[in-house]
């Protein structure tokens, strides 16, 4: 199947913005979703709607068995071990937050070390500010290469004896660089330390083998893979994650509760207390039924693709730099001279292009850069060449009304 027939999966971009076509370019931010994701939430909502594990009647049973499938789909899509390793959470951002509460509360000291890097996301810098802050631990950075990419020698000289967690993003939201994030858990794992991976860009993206890569924790996200929002996952290994401490407590992950104390749950479920996402996580494991259908091969070669088509159309864009390595995930950021890139997106807007501008929660690496703020075209499976082309086509258009900043 190729981008024009998947793009008919869409209902949503069958429309017209301001008058035109509608070019989605803002995927890196969140996917839109097949038509058999939006069947299969509608499908709950309208059949079996009703609360997991406790109830003994037939909705309650068809919910839990859909909810506990889509927890059997997402521990094949990450070639996990166990289901009781697939922690069901609202996203990347509260699952690396659920790691650093629990284990980093136990497992990190006084002048102990947490390794991240300067491309990541907020939401992998924030919590190990906060639990460095709270520890007097030390957070360092390894250092990054003028294309945006990290040499494993960095890696070597960053970790340290003293370091007990290392979080690295797997692929950049801003730069598309794809992280050695295997090589990188034999550094970290050779000095005792754990290997977080932010993957809420690299799980739609490339083919992920927690096995493979050795990490020892794994979050990501569905609304970036073609499912809802408000729903993700955490892997963890079953031995680190059954030595953790919940962070959350009520309903469903106790087992026992007395007046004075209380007992948890097994795995996975005494890390999800409150009644779950139940529609989210059904609409997740439809979600990664469509892309794993699709095939990871396929996705990638078709993104690789996308990439060099627009290398070849931007790349000689006068007065357009386009950041990061040329070898990378579909995610192409620009400036267009010294327009602001609010004013782009909103000249691409207008032409019914949908482009994401700003630091993309990345603020940390536009100060690397030397950048207040970029604009950013991200791709997925029902991108087209043509859909570049109107890229560049609106950017002619763009660098026309702004000509007197270029004048």
Same mark, same amino acid.
């Given at each position: 199947m190729n981008a024009k027939e998947i793009k008919k999966l869409f209902p949503i971009l069958d429309q017209q913005v301001n008058g035109n076509p509608l070019v989605y370019l803002d995927s890196a931010a969140t996917s839109q979703k097949p038509i058999q994701v939006i069947e299969k939430l509608d499908d709950y909502?309208?059949?079996?709607?009703?609360?997991?594990?406790?109830?003994?009647?037939?909705?309650?049973?068809l919910a839990t068995d859909e909810y506990e499938g889509a927890r059997e789909k997402v521990?094949?899509?990450?070639?996990?071990?166990?289901?009781?390793?697939?922690?069901?959470?609202?996203g990347t951002t509260t699952a690396i937050n659920l790691v650093a509460q629990s284990y980093g509360t136990d497992h990190v000291g006084?002048?102990?070390?947490?390794?991240?890097?300067?491309?990541?996301?907020? @939401?992998?810098?924030?919590?190990?500010?906060?639990l460095a802050k709270r520890? *007097?631990?030390? !957070?360092?950075?390894?250092?990054?290469?003028?294309?945006g990419t990290i040499a494993l020698a960095d890696v070597e000289k960053t970790i340290t004896e003293r370091t007990k967690i290392v979080s690295v993003v797997y692929v950049s939201n801003v730069l598309g660089t794809v992280n050695p994030i295997a090589e990188m858990a034999k550094v970290a794992h050779k000095h005792g330390a754990v290997m977080v991976v932010d *993957?809420?860009?690299?799980?739609? /993206?490339?083919?992920?083998? #927690?096995?493979? !890569?050795?990490?020892? $924790? $794994?979050?990501? @996200?569905? /609304?970036?893979?073609?499912?809802?929002?408000?729903?993700?996952?955490?892997?963890?290994?079953?031995?680190?994650?059954?030595?953790?401490?919940?962070?959350?407590?009520? *309903?469903?992950?106790?087992?026992f509760v007395g007046l004075q104390d @209380?007992?948890?749950?097994?795995?996975?479920?005494?890390?999800?207390? *409150?009644?779950?996402?139940?529609?989210?996580?059904?609409?997740?494991?439809?979600?990664?039924?469509?892309?794993?259908? !699709?095939?990871?091969?396929?996705?990638?070669? /078709?993104?690789?693709?996308?990439?060099?088509y627009s290398f070849e159309r931007l790349g000689d864009f006068k007065d357009l730099t386009i950041f990061g390595p040329k070898d990378r995930a579909g995610v192409i950021t620009f400036q267009l001279g010294d327009v602001h890139?609010?004013?782009?997106?909103?000249? !691409? %807007?207008?032409?019914?292009?949908?482009?994401?501008?700003?630091? /993309?929660?990345?603020?940390?690496?536009?100060?690397?850069? %030397? #950048?207040?703020?970029?604009?950013?075209?991200?791709?997925?499976?029902?991108?087209?060449?043509? %859909?570049? %082309?109107?890229?560049?086509?609106?950017?002619?258009k763009a660098k026309e009304y702004f000509s007197d900043v270029f004048s």
């Amino acid at each position: 199947m190729n981008a024009k027939e998947i793009k008919k999966l869409f209902p949503i971009l069958d429309q017209q913005v301001n008058g035109n076509p509608l070019v989605y370019l803002d995927s890196a931010a969140t996917s839109q979703k097949p038509i058999q994701v939006i069947e299969k939430l509608d499908d709950y909502y309208r059949r079996y709607n009703s609360n997991v594990h406790r109830g003994v009647h037939t909705l309650g049973t068809l919910a839990t068995d859909e909810y506990e499938g889509a927890r059997e789909k997402v521990r094949a899509f990450l070639n996990a071990q166990d289901t009781a390793e697939i922690v069901f959470t609202r996203g990347t951002t509260t699952a690396i937050n659920l790691v650093a509460q629990s284990y980093g509360t136990d497992h990190v000291g006084e002048g102990d070390e947490i390794v991240i890097t300067p491309m990541e996301h907020h @939401s992998n810098i924030i919590p190990w500010q906060q639990l460095a802050k709270r520890k *007097g631990a030390v !957070l360092k950075y390894i250092p990054l290469q003028e294309d945006g990419t990290i040499a494993l020698a960095d890696v070597e000289k960053t970790i340290t004896e003293r370091t007990k967690i290392v979080s690295v993003v797997y692929v950049s939201n801003v730069l598309g660089t794809v992280n050695p994030i295997a090589e990188m858990a034999k550094v970290a794992h050779k000095h005792g330390a754990v290997m977080v991976v932010d *993957g809420a860009q690299a799980a739609p /993206h490339v083919h992920v083998d #927690v096995q493979q !890569l050795d990490c020892d $924790f $794994f979050a990501f @996200s569905a /609304h970036k893979m073609c499912g809802p929002t408000g729903i993700g996952a955490l892997y963890g290994k079953k031995a680190l994650l059954e030595a953790m401490e919940p962070i959350e407590f009520g *309903g469903e992950m106790i087992d026992f509760v007395g007046l004075q104390d @209380s007992t948890w749950k097994e795995l996975p479920w005494k890390f999800e207390g *409150g009644t779950p996402i139940i529609a989210g996580a059904i609409g997740f494991g439809a979600a990664i039924d469509f892309v794993t259908d !699709l095939g990871f091969n396929e996705i990638e070669q /078709h993104e690789k693709e996308l990439v060099d088509y627009s290398f070849e159309r931007l790349g000689d864009f006068k007065d357009l730099t386009i950041f990061g390595p040329k070898d990378r995930a579909g995610v192409i950021t620009f400036q267009l001279g010294d327009v602001h890139p609010h004013d782009v997106a909103t000249v !691409l %807007d207008a032409e019914g292009i949908a482009v994401r501008a700003g630091h /993309h929660c990345a603020q940390p690496l536009m100060k690397w850069l %030397d #950048v207040v703020a970029t604009a950013r075209a991200s791709y997925y499976v029902y991108n087209t060449k043509e %859909d570049i %082309d109107a890229l560049a086509n609106g950017l002619v258009k763009a660098k026309e009304y702004f000509s007197d900043v270029f004048s």
